[in-house]
């Protein structure tokens, strides 16, 4: 094994900033003076308390997330959340309108469907979700109880351009594979969520932001940890939550402060995306999966002229340092999962990489 790190493109879990687990490691015995690493705490002690509460004040500050809305840290990842949705909301009137644009969207609908009617207002599947459709392709339903999509389809590489407008139906929205990369109107939403192990944390929670104003409605049978209501009662501690990775979140949102937040983030994520598509348009052997105008800025997709020279690509990037580049089976070729903590130098050499790997293989 190599003493050095790699540029790690992973989808997920995935890099996390190097000062932050710096920090984690100087901490890791001996947490502050508390005599103990924040994995030994109860989670019901002072010093934990402390780390949660000011946890969950940043992520509400980053996030500039209103007094209507509340965060909730909830265990079960976002496929959890694809039944937790469904069961805390549909009820209202029994039914749901989903976009399906990707893998997880299709997944969340799938899921959707135990619990009520659902109605797909969109899906990009006749072009195996290479585009995100139009505001005024989606069908929608005036009765449902929410309208859900997935804002960065993670396997696919597209992400959406704009917030669905769906009048006075509560938005629930995905955002995994994107959150904190741009900013995000959070009132526009009922239902924001998001595994943590992409943009946020090591993987072992979902973080819901909820609308106080849609809890407790839920489904008779839903179990107790998967109701928003008694989430929300709790302070998410009805049992008890995963610690550590909550307390990972809090050192990455201090790192997000240093980077000027997400405004920050925003400018530094499209400069490194930016240095790949210019990369692939410019590249008569690469070329991009997804179409230009749904072109995430985190999950980049690509591919060569054949599936012997995308072996040989991601065979040679591995060696130079540039791991995990093999796209999804469901796409092949490559992606490159540039989140936040992935360094502009890492996007830098892998578009460096590319242009020399092309010229030697012309
Ligand atoms: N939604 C999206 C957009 C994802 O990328 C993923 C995981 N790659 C999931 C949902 C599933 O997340 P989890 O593994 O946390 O359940």
Redesign the pocket.
């Given at each position: 094994m190599s003493t050095e790190r790699v540029f790690n493109f992973s989808?997920?879990p995935s890099v996390l900033p190097l000062s932050v687990l710096e920090k984690a490691g100087s901490e890791i015995t001996n947490y502050r003076g508390s005599g103990m690493s924040v994995m030994e705490m109860s989670h019901r002690s002072k010093v934990y308390i402390e780390i949660f509460e000011e946890t969950k004040a940043d992520l509400k500050r980053v996030m500039s997330i209103p007094d209507t809305h509340e965060v909730l840290f909830v265990p079960?990842?976002?496929?959890?959340q694809?039944s937790a949705v469904p069961m805390n909301l549909i009820g209202k009137t029994g039914k749901a309108d989903y976009a399906v644009t990707?893998n997880?969207s299709g997944?969340?609908m799938k899921e959707a469907k135990k619990y009520g009617e659902i109605n797909i207002a969109c899906s990009s599947e006749d072009k195996n979700h290479t585009y995100i459709p139009a505001q005024g392709d989606l069908k929608l339903s005036a009765d449902a109880s929410y309208f859900h999509y997935?804002s960065?389809?993670?396997?696919y590489g597209t992400e959406w351009k704009y917030v669905p407008q769906t009048g006075d139906v509560p938005l629930v929205c995905?955002m995994?594979?994107n959150i904190m990369s741009v900013p995000v109107d959070v009132s526009k939403y009922g239902v924001i969520y998001a595994?943590v192990?992409?943009n946020m944390a090591p993987?072992g929670v979902?973080v819901v932001i909820i609308d106080k104003a849609l809890v407790g409605n839920e489904h008779p049978l839903t179990p107790k940890l998967l109701s928003y209501k008694v989430m929300l009662d709790s302070d998410s501690m009805h049992n008890t939550p995963p610690c550590y990775t909550i307390y990972m979140l809090g050192l990455v949102l201090k790192w997000l402060d240093e980077q000027g937040g997400i405004e920050g983030m925003e400018k530094i994520k499209a400069g490194k995306a930016k240095l790949l598509y210019d990369m692939l348009d410019d590249s008569k052997m690469f070329d991009g999966c997804a179409d230009k105008a749904a072109r995430s800025d985190m999950n980049v997709t690509f591919r060569t002229t054949s599936e012997e020279l995308d072996a040989q690509f991601i065979k040679e990037a591995t060696k130079a340092g540039f791991v995990n580049l093999k796209g999804h089976r469901n796409v092949g070729g490559m992606r490159a999962s540039i989140y936040n903590a992935m360094p502009t130098e890492g996007v830098q050499k892998l578009a460096d990489f590319m242009r020399g790997f092309e010229a030697r293989n012309k």
């Amino acid at each position: 094994m190599s003493t050095e790190r790699v540029f790690n493109f992973s989808a997920g879990p995935s890099v996390l900033p190097l000062s932050v687990l710096e920090k984690a490691g100087s901490e890791i015995t001996n947490y502050r003076g508390s005599g103990m690493s924040v994995m030994e705490m109860s989670h019901r002690s002072k010093v934990y308390i402390e780390i949660f509460e000011e946890t969950k004040a940043d992520l509400k500050r980053v996030m500039s997330i209103p007094d209507t809305h509340e965060v909730l840290f909830v265990p079960g990842g976002a496929t959890m959340q694809f039944s937790a949705v469904p069961m805390n909301l549909i009820g209202k009137t029994g039914k749901a309108d989903y976009a399906v644009t990707g893998n997880f969207s299709g997944l969340a609908m799938k899921e959707a469907k135990k619990y009520g009617e659902i109605n797909i207002a969109c899906s990009s599947e006749d072009k195996n979700h290479t585009y995100i459709p139009a505001q005024g392709d989606l069908k929608l339903s005036a009765d449902a109880s929410y309208f859900h999509y997935c804002s960065n389809n993670t396997i696919y590489g597209t992400e959406w351009k704009y917030v669905p407008q769906t009048g006075d139906v509560p938005l629930v929205c995905d955002m995994s594979s994107n959150i904190m990369s741009v900013p995000v109107d959070v009132s526009k939403y009922g239902v924001i969520y998001a595994g943590v192990q992409k943009n946020m944390a090591p993987a072992g929670v979902a973080v819901v932001i909820i609308d106080k104003a849609l809890v407790g409605n839920e489904h008779p049978l839903t179990p107790k940890l998967l109701s928003y209501k008694v989430m929300l009662d709790s302070d998410s501690m009805h049992n008890t939550p995963p610690c550590y990775t909550i307390y990972m979140l809090g050192l990455v949102l201090k790192w997000l402060d240093e980077q000027g937040g997400i405004e920050g983030m925003e400018k530094i994520k499209a400069g490194k995306a930016k240095l790949l598509y210019d990369m692939l348009d410019d590249s008569k052997m690469f070329d991009g999966c997804a179409d230009k105008a749904a072109r995430s800025d985190m999950n980049v997709t690509f591919r060569t002229t054949s599936e012997e020279l995308d072996a040989q690509f991601i065979k040679e990037a591995t060696k130079a340092g540039f791991v995990n580049l093999k796209g999804h089976r469901n796409v092949g070729g490559m992606r490159a999962s540039i989140y936040n903590a992935m360094p502009t130098e890492g996007v830098q050499k892998l578009a460096d990489f590319m242009r020399g790997f092309e010229a030697r293989n012309k």
